[in-house]
């Protein structure tokens, strides 16, 4: 009986050791600079404040969610984000409150996909579609996990319908290009004015997808791994 606790307590010292080291790898593979705990993000939001990441549906009036990485209906077909949040430094949240204003004047309104993305999510992405025109590289990190990147389009402010593009979000093909010519009139009017919005408001795009668009002052936020729980509790602090 002893021998059989002795070999038990074996296996476990194994099994937390090799889970250990598991959690260490996965965390950092790459050994990037990270944000990776709630004091280092308060700290560097303490020595500039624009590295503050605002909450999109607090700040931002009729602002809509649709967090496809907080349920099932995403590529990866399973729920990433424990919590439906958009988060964005706040340069990005403060040029989406001025294009909700204006898009608001037409009767139009943004409802955004994903805003700031942990880095963990960008490791499990790779490996779940390792293809890097549609995938951020984990070797280098995705501007989402800077809080600088936003996957959005526009809906009918008062009927909360979407307006047609040339694609579903994420759809990984050719017809999501900027460069996509042959699609519909009405989806491509609907491109450029999501495109017009973006471009005069700090944001750069991204060729490959209408729907992902980069804050164009972007090099001096770090990459983070804060899960949307811990932005929580520091929120509700
Ligand atoms: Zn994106």
Redesign the pocket.
């Known amino acids: 009986m002893k021998r059989f606790y002795i070999i038990l307590g074996l296996a476990l010292l194994l099994f937390t050791a090799c889970s250990s080291n598991k959690g260490e790898v996965k965390e950092n593979p790459y050994k990037l600079e990270i944000i990776a705990t709630t004091d280092a993000y308060l700290e560097s939001v303490k020595q500039d404040s624009t590295n503050i990441l605002i909450d999109l549906e607090k700040y931002i009036p009729g602002i809509v969610l649709d967090i496809r990485y907080a349920d099932t209906n995403n590529f990866t077909k399973s729920k990433i984000y424990t919590l439906p949040k958009a988060y964005l430094r706040k340069p990005a949240a403060d040029s989406l409150l001025k294009i909700q204003k204006i898009l608001a004047g037409k009767g139009l309104g943004l409802k955004v996909y994903?805003a700031y993305r942990p880095y963990a999510a960008t490791l499990y992405f790779y490996k779940v579609y390792p293809d890097t025109t549609f995938v951020a590289a984990p070797w280098k990190g995705s501007i989402?996990n800077r809080g600088c990147?936003v996957?959005l389009s526009i809906i009918d402010l008062k009927t909360g319908t979407e307006l047609k593009m040339p694609t579903t979000f994420d759809s990984f093909t050719d017809q999501a290009s900027h460069n996509c010519m042959e699609i519909d009139s009405t989806a491509m009017a609907n491109r450029s004015l999501l495109k017009e919005v973006m471009l005069s408001h700090g944001f750069t795009l991204y060729d490959a997808?209408w729907w992902?668009y980069n804050l164009k002052q972007r090099d001096n936020y770090k990459l983070m791994n804060l899960s949307f729980e811990e932005l929580e509790a520091i929120n509700n602090k």
Do not use: R, S, T, V
């Open positions: 994903d989402h990147a996957d997808e992902h």
